[in-house]
């Protein structure tokens, strides 16, 4: 009964299938957002009926063609503005994401508490929340593992906090870890132009941003190697990559 003139689906594609067949019949331009790297019949469907499918990064979508659009992650780097000063020694690690398996927060702590034989120094934050009630025993069992390590003081686990708190929390750290395999997460921009360090394993942000050991591209990276090169850098090279990295994340996923 509205006069649409446009449909924009948000990772809808089981939704997005059913609806598109109506919209095609009614001429009424219909779009999905899709970033995600599991492909699916649904999807296969929506690509044919839809009139195109929106991703940030051409690795942020298991199909390609000419009705696959990438447009980056317009973050607002106003929002996400660069922490003035780098702070070295860098000890106060940070996570923020969803609590469920796909991001691997076991593999972090556990690598980090590694690397902490080397550098006692370092400290990790974990914030998030599960995405569902069946995803709060994984956070549970993370918890529970690693108890002695929050009951030492090095480790902390805190729920989700509003994302318009997520700028000024950023500035609080001196680096952010991730390990999720997937698509590119929308917390490593925002990181990146929060001008903190990023280490991670996702291959879609490497791929975009390159590894931190960028001297030998033949080591396969891991979450432990990547930031124990950047604990061996001093602060004017570590500054250096920050802000060739921060100029790709404007260039490329502002929100302009």
Known sequence: SNKFTCIF???TSVQSTFISPITRVLRIRHYLW???TSDNIYLQISRQLTNGIITSTPGSCPIKG???YTIGQSVDSKVFDKKLELETPIIKLIHIGRFDPSKNIESIVAEI???RD?????KLNIIGSPSSKKFQHYMESVKSKFMADVQIGWLTFMPAIARIKLPDELKKYDCFVHAFQGSLD??????????IPVATVNKEYLKIFGKWDY???NIQPSLATELRFILNLDAIAITKEVDRRYEIARTNH???
């Open 34 to 36: 899709y970033a995600h």
């Open 66 to 68: 000419r009705k696959v």
């Open 254 to 256: 502002d929100m302009e």
């Open 118 to 122: 080397e550098h006692p120094g370092l």
């Open 9 to 11: 689906s948000h990772m």
């Open 186 to 195: 929308k917390t490593l921009v925002e990181a990146t132009l929060s001008a």
């Open 215 to 217: 001297s030998n591209s």
């Open 113 to 115: 508490k590694q690397l």
